[in-house]
């Protein structure tokens, strides 16, 4: 992981198979990846897409921060998370998180960890589009 960011923003694809791919290690039993993508429809009305934006300097900093304070509190072996900026369509990757751990219950409660904490932290906002030809930016500008 020496050299590669913790958590980065992505206004492209997030290519998942790369991403689990560059955390291979021989000495982890367990890789547990989270994959949060563009679903049809959200409190009744048919979502077209997404369309995130972020503060990006404080969401960097804070992102790299819940990483860094998953390594600490877990025995992982490394961690990354990758959020998508601009538009994306139903069904891409919005978020993905991927750990990797000598035991599985370490990777499974760090990536729980990773994501709750990103959600709830990192300055990422989430604005909806409907097929009925309205937006609308969803909770407190902030997707839990």
Same mark, same amino acid.
Request: overall charge negative.
């Given at each position: 992981?020496?050299?590669?960011?913790?958590?980065?923003?992505? !206004?492209?694809?997030?290519?998942? $198979?790369? @991403?689990?791919?560059?955390?291979?290690? &021989?000495? &982890?039993?367990? @890789?547990?990846?989270?994959?949060?993508?563009?679903?049809?429809?959200?409190?009744?009305?048919?979502?077209?897409? @997404?369309?995130?934006?972020?503060?990006?300097?404080?969401?960097?900093?804070?992102?790299?921060?819940?990483?860094? /304070?998953?390594?600490?509190?877990?025995?992982? @072996? $490394?961690?990354?998370?990758?959020?998508?900026?601009?538009?994306?369509?139903?069904?891409?990757?919005?978020?993905?998180?991927?750990?990797?751990?000598?035991?599985?219950? &370490?990777?499974?409660?760090?990536?729980?960890?990773?994501?709750?904490?990103?959600?709830?932290?990192? !300055?990422?906002?989430?604005? /909806?589009?409907?097929?009925?030809?309205?937006?609308?930016?969803?909770?407190?500008?902030?997707?839990?």
């Amino acid at each position: 992981m020496e050299g590669r960011q913790l958590f980065t923003l992505s !206004p492209i694809t997030i290519d998942t $198979a790369v @991403l689990a791919a560059s955390l291979a290690s &021989a000495s &982890a039993g367990a @890789l547990v990846s989270f994959e949060g993508r563009v679903r049809n429809s959200n409190e009744g009305k048919e979502v077209l897409a @997404l369309e995130y934006e972020a503060y990006e300097a404080l969401a960097l900093s804070e992102g790299t921060r819940v990483l860094e /304070e998953a390594l600490e509190r877990f025995p992982l @072996l $490394a961690a990354r998370c990758v959020h998508r900026i601009g538009r994306l369509e139903v069904g891409e990757v919005a978020v993905w998180v991927g750990v990797i751990a000598a035991h599985r219950d &370490a990777a499974f409660a760090a990536c729980r960890y990773v994501i709750d904490e990103v959600k709830a932290r990192v !300055p990422i906002w989430k604005k /909806e589009h409907y097929a009925a030809g309205e937006a609308g930016w969803i909770g407190e500008r902030v997707d839990r």
